[in-house]
């Protein structure tokens, strides 16, 4: 919604610009006071678009600092995920070092019970 704003104030902004203008062309006034209006129309305009340039500018900051911190946090917990994903992998290959030797002591010791029966 925030980023429909900015064309509709513009464009309102412009039709308010043409509005006066026309307004003031076709007003019954001296070509001195008709300069005077259009120039305070232009500068009531420049610092109404002044204006909106800075609060964009600001709003532009606010939604850069947000998306940097909300990506730090999304890194950290990242880092955190990977990191007990990790532990969890070296401990799991390590029971099953440890069950491959259990294993081979047992199959080594039937053998060698075997071959001591079949001497």
């Known amino acids: 919604m925030e980023g429909k704003k900015l064309p509709v104030c513009l464009a309102f902004l412009a039709g308010a610009a043409v509005g006066a203008l026309v307004a003031l062309l076709y007003a019954p006034t001296s ?63 390590e029971k099953a070092k440890e069950a491959v030797k259990e294993k081979k002591e047992e199959l080594t010791e039937k053998f060698f019970k075997k071959e001591e029966e079949i001497s």
Do not use: C, N
């Open 31 to 93: 070509g001195a006071e008709l300069r005077r209006k259009i120039k305070e129309g232009a500068e009531d305009t420049t610092e109404k678009l002044k204006e909106k340039g800075t609060y964009f500018k600001e709003k532009v900051s606010e939604f850069k600092d947000t998306a940097e911190s909300k990506f730090g946090e999304l890194k950290e917990k990242a880092k955190e995920v990977l990191e007990e994903k990790r532990v969890s992998l070296s401990e799991t290959l």
